[in-house]
């Protein structure tokens, strides 16, 4: 009976466990070994061509260069400024260096491949630790900082972005995060300096920045002369690389571009001409900033309002931009780890925020299987370190329904296509309702079970994916089209 009261009285706990800890730790190991995506290959070999260029004494045609493609990628032309790939340069030199003079093909080793990965997972583990202080310094409590470090590692956001698509938005997201630190340090110089070298890496922050900085900047020469600033980093890097050969061509079929070109689509017809919801929201959500009454020196004070406030708008305004654009599977990791900061100061809804979550999780991860993401194809094990104990490659078939996870499912079970509304719509009222449930001032508290912390949720959050990862071991396995 001792022994049952006690498993009972740690299983209710407010505290993260090691074996938790672990069990987060093995998920995305066993994500990262068993996937090689195009993207993780082509940002792997664009990050090595910087040092090919610079031994050649060529840098402006770095992009020339990578459209050359000698390394066979997937991606020929790189299309976005070259400080997405030159922190991972520096990481990746080691197998460059094995690459350029000891005739090792980075392309044809699954270490080399993994190791640059890592270099992801670094990015993560520093991001993470911030993660933490950041927090701290807003709630003052050792536990919910723990926890929203844990919330954020366990994330299947996180698994998708990092540890599987082997995408680089980790690195502004880490970069974005230590800005943030900075500003609730009152270290106003520092957040703008992390700020422009999050922009520098993908243009994505300069949104919440603006909110950010609306919240406690009142003066428009002041808030423009800031956010000129924060983008100067994209300005220097166009002027660098401007006339440049090749430079103009990766910018115009690049996804860059296209990204851009999409951001704001017509959503809505009006006699003003086609609205966009997205639009709409950062108008109210930089008006809803501007209006807050806060002052610079707020930043200073422990546990101030003011950075509640800061960490929920870069939520909210991440989330209008999945909600109301397209964008690609790894681009879910821009809320983190800010939609989990905001979750844990919230004690009365503890339940309620790891149930809606899950939904969250779940529904947007089916919405993406559906929708023929280039997630779960069994060609991404091909150059993953799991593949060696296969012994064989996998050929991709469009009409095999063993080539991808929606193409099996669809093989089997048509009608899961006409579900899609229903796996986004579950995503996107789960999100809608995390935000309005856990406003900085205006917390939702239910009358039953609110406070309740069911740990098993914890573990089913943390293992959504694999299911869907050893489907796409099993279809590697099964498939007939084998090299």
Same mark, same amino acid.
């Given at each position: 009976m001792k022994i049952k009261n006690k498993l009972v009285t740690m299983y209710n706990t407010d505290k993260v466990y090691l074996a938790e800890w672990i069990l987060a730790v093995v998920t995305g190991l066993f994500v990262f070994?068993?996937?090689?995506?195009?993207?993780?290959?082509?940002l792997t070999i664009w990050s090595t061509n910087v040092w090919d260029v610079i031994a050649d004494g060529n840098f402006r045609g770095f992009y020339e260069y990578t459209a050359s493609n000698v390394n066979g990628v997937h991606h020929a032309h790189m299309g976005s400024e070259i400080m997405s790939v030159l922190p991972w340069s520096i990481w990746n030199l080691p197998i460059w260096i094995m690459q350029r003079f000891f005739g090792k093909p980075i392309m044809s080793s699954a270490i080399m491949l993994a190791y640059s990965k890592m270099f992801l997972v670094m990015c993560t583990v520093i991001m993470l630790v911030y993660t933490k202080k950041i927090t701290y310094l807003i709630t003052g409590?050792?536990?919910?900082?723990?926890?929203?470090?844990?919330?954020? =590692?366990? &994330?299947?956001?996180l698994y998708l972005s990092v540890c599987y698509s082997g995408q680089n938005d980790i690195l502004m997201i880490t970069a974005s995060v230590?800005?943030?630190?900075?500003?609730?340090?009152?270290?106003?110089? *520092?957040?703008?300096?992390? &700020?422009?070298?999050?922009?520098?890496?993908?243009?994505?922050?300069?949104?919440? #920045?603006?909110?950010?900085?609306?919240?406690?900047?009142?003066?428009?020469?002041?808030?423009?002369?800031?956010?000129?600033?924060?983008?100067?980093?994209?300005?220097?890097?166009?002027?660098?690389?401007r006339g440049a050969p090749g430079y103009e061509e990766s910018m115009n079929i690049g996804p860059a571009k296209e990204m851009l070109e999409q951001m704001f689509p017509p959503n809505v017809n009006t006699e003003f001409g086609a609205v966009s919801f997205f639009a709409i929201s950062l108008v109210l959500i930089y008006l809803y900033s501007y209006t807050r009454d806060f002052k610079k020196d707020d930043y200073a004070k422990s546990q101030s309002l003011v950075?509640?406030? =800061?960490? #929920? /708008?870069?939520?909210?305004? #991440?989330?209008g931009y999945l909600m109301f654009s397209p964008f690609s599977f790894y681009r879910l990791a821009t809320m983190l780890p800010f939609l989990y900061i905001v979750l844990v100061q919230n004690k009365n809804m503890v339940l309620y925020n790891g149930i809606f979550d899950i939904?969250?999780?779940?529904?947007?991860?089916?919405?993406?299987?559906?929708?023929?993401?280039?997630?779960?194809?069994?060609?991404?094990?091909?150059?993953?370190?799991?593949?060696?104990f296969f012994g064989y490659n996998v050929e991709y078939k469009a009409s095999c329904p063993y080539s991808s996870i929606d193409l099996y499912l669809?093989?089997?079970?048509?009608?899961?296509?006409? #579900?899609?509304?229903?796996?986004?719509?579950?995503?996107?009222?789960?999100? *809608?309702? /995390?935000l309005i449930f856990n406003h900085p001032e205006k917390q939702v508290k239910f009358k039953i079970n609110g406070d309740r912390n069911i740990r098993a949720?914890?573990?089913?959050?943390?293992?959504?994916?694999?299911?869907?990862?050893? /489907?796409?071991?099993?279809?590697?396995?099964k498939s007939p089209y084998r090299f």
């Open positions: 070994v068993t996937t090689s995506t195009w993207d993780s290959q082509s409590d050792k536990s919910k900082s723990v926890w929203a470090m844990f919330l954020t =590692a366990s &994330s299947t956001y230590i800005a943030v630190y900075c500003l609730f340090k009152n270290k106003h110089k *520092a957040f703008i300096a992390w &700020s422009l070298f999050a922009v520098s890496i993908k243009p994505f922050f300069l949104l919440p #920045y603006l909110a950010v900085l609306l919240l406690s900047e009142k003066n428009f020469l002041k808030i423009f002369g800031k956010a000129f600033i924060v983008s100067s980093g994209v300005i220097v890097q166009k002027l660098m690389f950075g509640k406030y =800061a960490i #929920y /708008l870069i939520t909210v305004t #991440y989330a939904a969250a999780q779940f529904g947007m991860l089916m919405k993406l299987v559906l929708r023929d993401s280039r997630l779960f194809e069994v060609r991404f094990v091909n150059k993953a370190l799991v593949q060696r669809y093989d089997n079970k048509d009608l899961l296509e006409h #579900y899609q509304p229903l796996f986004s719509g579950i995503a996107a009222v789960s999100i *809608a309702l /995390l949720l914890l573990w089913v959050r943390t293992l959504i994916i694999v299911p869907f990862v050893l /489907l796409t071991l099993y279809l590697f396995a």
